[in-house]
């Protein structure tokens, strides 16, 4: 089972609570779940279906889900024979031109090996689709098998997520971009970058599964952390919460 649980509560069993009944549906690309009742669920694959959600039948379940109390469908992204979805963005953009109310977020973008200027322009593309509905999650992936495969070296595994998040976070700021340039991406002088989405600005989260630096880093950028919690407790990440409320008071966020 995975869950996600977006701003779990300091208490134990407030954030055991929350996670039973999380209202933001979270696709994996292979299992899926949601608030238990009417709205559970929606997007899980039938017997004989390809998993993740993807097939002819997609398009209606999503309309169903957009009926339901669910506030959002999160896509996850994966480059291997057991999950379905590699490119969350396209999925998204399907959802997003038949869906009106639902929130549509990727969970996530492995920012370490994509191109943080197309990844804010697919995103800005669907937030128009959309009526302003799209949000991005960004993480450094739990699965590291997009790195090799697009020409990343591992030792850069932190390195590369830092350095992408900073850019993706320059071009959201503003239309023209000036960007110094780094180890991995070269620089950008002055350059405008289209389609600018309807939100402005439009969300960015930081996906965090278990990682104190990673927490501190998203409360430092004020930027709001998503707790993946694939298996386990939700009141062990207790203390990440903690760790994040404090680490943003001292940056300086309330």
């Known amino acids: 089972e995975h869950r996600v649980v977006l701003v779990p509560d300091l208490e134990e069993e407030e954030a055991d609570r929350r996670a039973r009944h999380a209202v933001r549906l979270y696709d994996h690309g292979r299992v899926e779940c949601a608030r238990p009742g009417p709205g559970a669920a929606l997007l899980g694959s039938p017997e004989g279906k390809v998993p993740g959600g993807v097939g002819p039948w997609a398009p209606r379940r999503r309309l169903e889900a957009d009926a339901e109390d669910v506030q959002a469908h999160l896509v996850g992204e994966h480059h291997r024979a057991d999950y379905a979805v590699s490119a969350p963005a396209i999925v998204l953009a399907a ?3 038949r869906t009106k109310r639902i929130r549509l977020t990727s969970a996530v973008t492995v920012l370490s090996s994509d191109e943080p200027v197309r990844v804010f322009q697919d995103f800005a593309t669907i937030d128009l689709i959309s009526g302003g509905r799209a949000e991005i999650m960004v993480g450094r992936g739990s699965f590291i098998e997009s ?5 990343q070296d591992l030792e850069d595994y932190d390195d590369l997520f830092a350095e992408k998040l900073d850019l993706l976070l320059r071009v959201r700021e503003s239309l023209r971009v000036t960007w110094p340039g780094g180890r991995h991406r070269a620089a950008i002088d002055d350059r405008p970058v289209y389609p600018r989405p309807l939100q402005d600005p439009i969300p960015i989260w930081i996906a965090v599964g278990g990682n104190p630096p990673s927490v501190v880093r998203a409360a430092r950028l004020g930027l ?6 694939i298996g386990g ?13 404090d680490s943003a008071r001292r940056a300086g966020h309330d």
Not at 224 to 229: D, N
């Open 147 to 151: 790195f090799p495969l697009f020409g």
């Open 95 to 97: 959802a997003a031109a």
């Open 233 to 245: 407790a939700p009141a062990r990440f207790v203390e990440f919460v903690r760790l994040y409320r």
């Open 224 to 229: 709001p952390m998503a707790l993946a919690i």
